[in-house]
């Protein structure tokens, strides 16, 4: 409040000595300086992240393939009970997480708008840890928007 104070009687000394502006002007000048200080500053505090606490939705299934021992499929469909994840702004990290209804769907719901990434995990009897990943990127462009994603397609 003191620093208000003195660039309110700095203000004040330099323009009313030098007559460039009488003491109502210079209210009105300082007033209009605030409130340009506050409008940027509400501009720029406010833009929205990819992430939680919107009104979009991403949803999909997921699909899965089984495999015998000599790399036949031997049964497919649509997978309850996995997990899916997303990741909000594409960079890698797992944000949340849901898993697969009875008939393979999935959905994020509340999402801001932005780029997302959704994955899920399958095996792989020739990869590192013997797993790997199927991965889509989707765009979310509107507030109110739903983006069905293609199938992740996963192996089990």
């Not at 109502?24 to 506050?38: C, D, P």
């Not at 031997?74 to 997480?97: M, W």
């Not at 994020?108 to 959704?118: I, N, P, R, S, T």
Request: charged share 20%; hydrophobic share 35%; glycine share 8%.
């Amino acid at each position: 409040m003191m620093s208000i104070n003195l660039l309110n009687n700095f203000l004040t000394r330099i323009f009313t000595e030098k007559e460039l502006i009488t003491p109502m002007h210079l209210h009105s000048f300082k007033l209009l300086s605030v409130l340009a200080i506050a409008a940027l500053f509400a501009l720029t505090a406010c833009k929205k992240e990819p992430g939680e606490g919107g009104l979009a939705t991403i949803q999909g299934k997921l699909y899965a393939y089984e495999y015998n021992n000599y790399g036949e499929v031997i049964d497919s469909g649509y997978l309850a009970g996995e997990r899916v994840f997303i990741s909000y702004g594409n960079d890698g990290n797992a944000d949340d997480d849901v898993r697969t209804s009875y008939d393979g769907s999935f959905q994020f719901e509340w999402l801001q708008k932005g780029e997302y990434a959704v994955w899920s995990i399958s095996r792989c009897d020739s990869c590192p840890l013997s797993q790997t990943y199927t991965k889509q990127v989707i765009n979310i462009d509107k507030r109110r928007e739903t983006v069905t994603t293609p199938d992740l397609i996963i192996n089990i």
